[in-house]
């Protein structure tokens, strides 16, 4: 059966600080190597493509900076595009209607996993 959804372990829950450093994961997306990022905002944790809605390259300024300074947008290191968190819907800068692209997030027993779909895969073993 190969549509069962297996989760892909990231990190350690507390690793991922509400409003602070998100943690990196390698995937696949559209057979691309690439990565995918998780934050926490809110007391939740919020997964998506590590790639701008406006070109696509990272966000991250250094690994894991994806919050601008006051901790309520995820913001693109490039030009200054800003995301609302749990939506991962542009709120400003060049992509406005844009959005990020959101990976499954799950935090179960102390620990977050992320789930593939047809677009987002984890790397060939």
Same mark, same amino acid.
């Given at each position: 059966m190969m549509?069962?959804?297996?989760?892909?372990f990231i990190c350690a829950a507390d690793a991922v600080a509400d409003g602070g450093k998100g943690v990196r994961f390698p995937v696949s997306?559209?057979?691309?190597t690439t990565t995918g990022f998780v934050v926490r905002h809110g007391g939740k944790a919020y997964g998506y493509l590590n790639r701008c809605a406006h070109v696509p390259i990272e966000l991250d300024w250094a690994e894991g900076e994806f919050f601008e300074s006051s901790g309520l947008y995820l913001m693109c290191s490039t030009h200054g595009a800003i995301y609302v968190p749990?939506? %991962?819907? /542009?709120? !400003? %800068?060049? /992509?406005? !209607? %844009?959005?990020l692209r959101p990976i499954a997030v799950a935090e179960r027993d102390g620990q977050l996993y992320w789930q593939p779909d047809e677009y987002v895969q984890p790397l060939p073993a």
């Open positions: 549509n069962d959804v297996v989760d892909v997306a559209g057979g691309e749990e939506s %991962g819907y /542009c709120a !400003g %800068g060049p /992509c406005k !209607g %844009g959005r």
